[in-house]
């Protein structure tokens, strides 16, 4: 036993710039696609058919295409259109085309929360004198958040498991390098310590996500 | 006084015509039922005086000011936006179905507006919304959440909301409409007590013994037209129109 955790020790500091890179992924991905989701949301929605098609089309390209590829066009993006070299920190595109294909989901969520909020609702809300920003953020988001949360939760839980898709470009990234000790080692130990991690990480979203659920739980 | 003149309403949605040349005024602390058979225009009548609707032509009037501008072809368009929101705090309106705020609780549903469009300040917000809670039988009931209440309770709480903003106009869409039968009785209740402190009322309303006795006036739609308007011991217990009466004894064969 003692030793299974010295060896899990052992590969967690061996992978330790690969698991900062792999949070880093995660983190940057939410913290942005969460907001632009939202306005991707509203594009989606827009009565200006011109633009709900755009965003349709962007979506679907986004949910229609590996997100790998995504991460690789990206990359090089600037070199084919523009001629330029390509960013010497991976980082910087893995996470914008994280962003970008997560947006595109989350939107799709956002959309379907908006759209499922009656139109009593904003009756209601007009009525009284509310203006449109306040009826938005007052009356149908914290609703929009109660019903979504669940969907969230899995694309969080999918979000850690796809962070893995960055070692197409980077290689201290956590699955890279558990996949390097495991050739070196020529075992799958490695691999199995990552998918570990990856587990216990999202039992812990879940034990969170459930706990927020419970606190919305105080109506209906 | 006049609060309410709507005159020569027109509506059609897409080419069935809803509402045509509508005229009838409310007078200040009176109540006035509006009636008639499934699809006469009721409702759309009442989404228009309540800017949930646009009408096509003709003109809706509260105190002096005008809700729509004539335009040169004959029809009307909304007025400015300063008219808009004065008129809007003209009235306030009562749902069938409620619509409560769901997430906020019963005594946040009654301040919100109060005190983010009138500016009212919260305390004394609260303050007002106690008393109405009272009148409406529900001063236990602050701190609910409208799933906790009955479906009675909760339209208590969507006229308390109203009354909220000190409207001097209360419309009502069909506000028994989605309770069990032996709710109805305490909404009516609250509703008459209303009349009684001549709280200017328009209803729209299945309930024809209830329309009959707290009403000053009951207006009969049918075919999007009005048929008779006038005291409810005329147009109800003497109609001189055919289909006034072949209403009124349809509804008292069920
Ligand atoms: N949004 C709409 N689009 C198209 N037609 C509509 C719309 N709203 C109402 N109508 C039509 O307008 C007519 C009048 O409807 P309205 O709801 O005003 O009648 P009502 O008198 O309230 O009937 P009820 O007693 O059943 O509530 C009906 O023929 C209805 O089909
Ligand atoms: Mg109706």
Redesign the pocket.
């Known amino acids: 036993m003692e030793q299974f955790f010295e060896y899990i020790g052992k590969m967690l500091s061996l992978m330790g710039e690969g698991i900062g890179n792999s949070l880093l992924i995660f983190a940057m991905t939410l913290l942005f696609s969460l907001p632009l989701g939202l306005f991707v949301s509203f594009g989606r929605m827009s009565k200006y058919k011109i633009v709900s098609m755009l965003v349709k089309f962007y979506i679907s390209v986004m949910r229609g295409t590996p997100l790998m590829l995504q991460i690789i066009v990206i990359y090089f993006c600037p070199y084919y259109l523009f001629g330029v070299s390509v960013a010497e920190d991976a980082r910087f595109p893995i996470i914008l085309a994280f962003v970008l294909n997560y947006a595109a989901y989350f939107a799709e969520i956002y959309r379907g929360g908006i759209e499922s909020i009656s139109k009593g609702q904003y009756e209601a809300a007009g009525v009284l004198g509310l203006s449109k920003p306040r009826t938005f953020m007052r009356i149908v988001l914290p609703q929009v958040i109660k019903r979504i949360l669940p969907s969230v939760t899995n694309e969080i839980i999918t979000l850690v498991k796809d962070t893995s898709l960055a070692q197409i470009l980077l290689t201290e990234e956590m699955f890279s390098l558990a996949k390097i000790i495991a050739a070196k080692e020529t075992s799958i130990a490695p691999l199995l310590v990552a998918g570990l991690f990856y587990y216990i990480f999202n039992l812990l979203i879940a034990f969170v996500m459930g706990r927020v659920e419970k606190k919305l739980n105080y109506y209906q | 006084m006049n609060l309410l003149e709507v005159a020569h309403l027109q509506k059609s949605?897409d080419d069935?015509v809803?509402l045509r040349d509508i005229s009838f005024h409310v007078e200040q602390g009176s109540v006035v039922s509006i009636i008639?058979p499934?699809?006469?225009?009721?409702?759309?009548l009442l989404r228009c005086m309540t800017m949930l609707e646009a009408a096509d032509s003709g003109s809706i009037q509260y105190g002096d000011m005008q809700m729509y501008v004539p335009l040169a072809n004959g029809g009307c368009t909304y007025a400015d936006r300063q008219t808009l929101k004065a008129i809007k705090q003209q009235f306030g309106l009562v749902f069938q179905n409620f619509n409560l705020f769901p997430h906020m609780n019963v005594m946040s549903n009654l301040i919100e507006a109060p005190v983010h469009v009138l500016g009212i300040k919260k305390a004394e917000a609260i303050e007002y919304a106690r008393t109405l809670l009272a009148k409406v039988g529900l001063s236990d009931k602050e701190t609910a959440y409208p799933c906790e209440l009955s479906g009675g309770q909760q339209q208590r709480v969507a006229i308390a909301r109203a009354l909220a903003m000190k409207p001097n106009i209360l419309f009502f869409y069909e506000p028994t409409s989605a309770l069990d039968p032996e709710l109805t009785g305490e909404i009516l209740k609250v509703i008459r007590s209303l009349a009684e402190e001549d709280m200017t009322m328009v209803i729209v309303t299945h309930e024809m013994a209830f329309a009959h006795d707290v009403s000053d006036k009951v207006i009969f739609m049918d075919g999007g037209v009005i048929v008779e308007q006038g005291d409810p011991r005329d147009v109800m217990d003497h109609p001189k129109n055919e289909r006034t009466k072949a209403f009124l004894s349809r509804i008292t064969e069920n």
């Not at chain 2, 499934?38 to 759309?44: R, V």
């Open positions: 949605f069935t809803v008639g499934s699809g006469s225009g009721k409702s759309t």
